[in-house]
């Protein structure tokens, strides 16, 4: 079965600029988060949807991110314009529990280096 | 709130020897999910073991074994005679109420 796939794996791109990752979780997971990891922290959730919706969305800075889970399959993370600080790993999971009491499913994440 | 606390930013080990993660958690849940996670250097975090907060029976696979002390607040994870393998960040994740947060992880280094 194939695992929680994102791309790209590594973006190098110039402040103000656009960017933007995809995901595909895992068959079956109707719920996919999206998390921030800086280097040398844990995980910080950015969003996350149970199926089409955004249930939860609180840590997402809106004036320049934007998410969207269309179909409830797969999802893309967009930023626009980027900023020297968004340089960091995003990190997509993916779980069979809509209530947060499974385990989450992560992909290997998208490197985002901002010059 | 919740929060997930390890103290540990680094451990340094030579192989074979047991080493003890530690974390510590803050939630006002009565329900609550506990989770070990590893993140080894190709970057994928690794899902190792969920705990529910009404399970306090400790638990043994292979070399890996957790111990859950709810009057303390505590979850934490050892390894027997470490492998240089074991070599990762691990994370301590407590979920309640639909949200997973982690800790800011300790990163293990088992030299040969």
């Known amino acids: 079965e194939a695992g929680v796939v994102q791309s790209p794996r590594y973006k190098i791109i110039e402040k103000k600029q656009p960017v933007a990752f995809w995901c595909n979780p895992i068959s079956g997971h109707n719920t996919l988060y999206w998390y921030l990891q800086n280097l040398g922290q844990g995980p910080e959730l950015l969003i996350r949807y149970e199926n089409e919706e955004a249930v939860d969305d609180s840590q997402l800075p809106k004036d320049r991110f934007s998410a969207e889970r269309l179909k409830g399959v797969d999802s893309t993370l967009k930023i626009q314009p980027a900023e020297l600080g968004d340089s960091a790993v995003y990190l997509c999971a993916s779980s069979w529990s809509t209530a947060g009491t499974g385990e989450l499913f992560f992909g290997e994440g998208s490197r985002l280096t901002v010059l | 709130a919740q929060k997930v606390t390890q103290a540990q930013t680094e451990i340094s080990v030579v192989e074979k020897e047991d080493v003890t993660l530690d974390c510590v958690y803050e939630?006002?849940?009565?329900?609550?999910?506990l989770f070990w996670y590893k993140q080894p250097p190709s970057g994928e975090l690794v899902f190792l073991i969920r705990r529910n907060s009404f399970d306090e029976q400790n638990e043994i696979s292979g070399r890996y074994s957790w111990n859950f002390q709810k009057s303390t607040s505590s979850f934490n994870f050892t390894i027997t005679a470490s492998q240089v393998v074991d070599s990762a960040v691990y994370f301590c994740?407590?979920?309640?109420?639909?949200?997973?947060?982690f800790g800011a992880g300790t990163r293990l280094f088992v030299k040969a």
């Open positions: 994740a407590l979920s309640g109420g639909f949200k997973t947060i």
């Open positions: 939630t006002r849940d009565t329900t609550y999910y």
